[in-house]
């Protein structure tokens, strides 16, 4: 049997050695987008790059045979889920959707929510003067024109002009540690974070240390996500769903 992981997330990855420790003759492809440089792979086979659409996709699905397909890709990739909602009804693919749980704001959180980097640059101003740019690096065209602001923008990969004129960059991977998210507001005066609502644990801490530090946190939120589609919020979870539905006997006792 064939399973096809949409992936580049933290939990893709732990669903692909769920399965390759549980389920040696099950065949795991896991897809990346390639948008990172240096990606950390998961067990199993690996292809990188788009599939041409929805279209692509199901003929994808098609010709590989694919028994069941898991969207486990990044809760912003809203393009590819759709894609993804589309490719499996075409193709008469079971399809599981694997979204981490997003962020709740607990007492002391001081944050902003935003629709859109757009709308999270139109709040600055009024907020900060240093701002710690968590978005990665997409989309900075949006705070490109805030020159009376001074950006740290820390991302996986050197981001790409338009940029804001004042900022510095940080190339750095999470997970993160609550020390050093402290340390870092502290050593660049940083008065307001922006962030996506990407939930999970690995970039976390920044929220607990803007929290102690009485800093803002402008939030983006999520964007829509096909109706319709089975969610599991864990790789176990999930894991349990294909053993289930493959009929495999196994990942009773995934985590």
């Given at each position: 049997?064939?399973?096809l992981?949409l992936?580049g997330?933290?939990?893709a990855?732990?669903?692909?050695?769920?399965?390759?420790?549980?389920?040696?003759?099950l065949?795991?492809?896991?897809?990346?987008?390639g948008?990172?440089?240096?990606?950390?792979?998961p067990?199993?086979?690996v292809?990188?790059?788009g599939?041409?659409g929805?279209?692509g996709l199901?003929d994808w699905l098609?010709a590989h045979?694919?028994?069941?397909?898991?969207?486990a890709?990044h809760?912003?990739?809203a393009?590819?889920?759709f894609n993804?909602a589309?490719?499996a009804?075409t193709?008469?693919?079971?399809l599981?959707?694997?979204?981490?749980?997003g962020?709740?704001?607990?007492?002391?959180?001081?944050?902003h929510?935003?629709?859109?980097?757009?709308?999270?640059?139109?709040?600055?101003?009024?907020?900060?003067?240093r701002?710690?740019?968590?978005?990665?690096r997409m989309?900075l065209?949006?705070?490109?024109?805030?020159?009376d602001?001074w950006?740290?923008?820390?991302?996986v990969?050197?981001?790409?002009p338009?940029w804001?004129p004042?900022?510095?960059?940080l190339?750095d991977?999470?997970?993160?540690t609550?020390?050093?998210?402290?340390?870092?507001l502290?050593?660049?005066?940083?008065?307001?974070?922006?962030?996506?609502d990407s939930?999970?644990?690995?970039?976390a801490?920044?929220?607990t240390?803007a929290?102690?530090?009485?800093?803002?946190?402008v939030?983006?939120r999520?964007?829509?996500?096909?109706?319709?589609v089975?969610?599991?919020?864990?790789p176990?979870q999930?894991?349990?769903?294909l053993?289930t539905?493959?009929?495999?006997?196994?990942?009773?006792?995934?985590?």
């Amino acid at each position: 049997m064939h399973v096809l992981i949409l992936g580049g997330t933290s939990e893709a990855r732990r669903l692909a050695e769920i399965l390759a420790a549980q389920a040696p003759d099950l065949t795991v492809t896991s897809s990346l987008a390639g948008r990172v440089t240096a990606p950390r792979l998961p067990p199993g086979e690996v292809r990188i790059g788009g599939f041409g659409g929805a279209g692509g996709l199901a003929d994808w699905l098609g010709a590989h045979h694919v028994d069941a397909l898991i969207d486990a890709t990044h809760p912003f990739a809203a393009t590819i889920s759709f894609n993804a909602a589309e490719a499996a009804a075409t193709a008469h693919v079971p399809l599981l959707a694997l979204r981490r749980p997003g962020w709740v704001a607990g007492d002391g959180d001081v944050w902003h929510e935003a629709g859109s980097l757009e709308e999270a640059a139109a709040l600055l101003p009024a907020l900060g003067r240093r701002v710690f740019l968590t978005t990665g690096r997409m989309g900075l065209a949006a705070f490109a024109a805030l020159a009376d602001l001074w950006f740290l923008v820390r991302s996986v990969d050197a981001p790409e002009p338009p940029w804001p004129p004042r900022m510095e960059v940080l190339l750095d991977r999470g997970p993160f540690t609550l020390d050093g998210e402290r340390e870092l507001l502290r050593r660049h005066r940083i008065d307001v974070v922006v962030t996506k609502d990407s939930g999970g644990a690995a970039t976390a801490p920044k929220l607990t240390a803007a929290r102690e530090a009485g800093v803002s946190v402008v939030v983006v939120r999520r964007p829509p996500v096909p109706v319709g589609v089975p969610e599991a919020t864990g790789p176990g979870q999930a894991a349990r769903w294909l053993g289930t539905l493959l009929e495999l006997g196994v990942f009773l006792d995934s985590d």
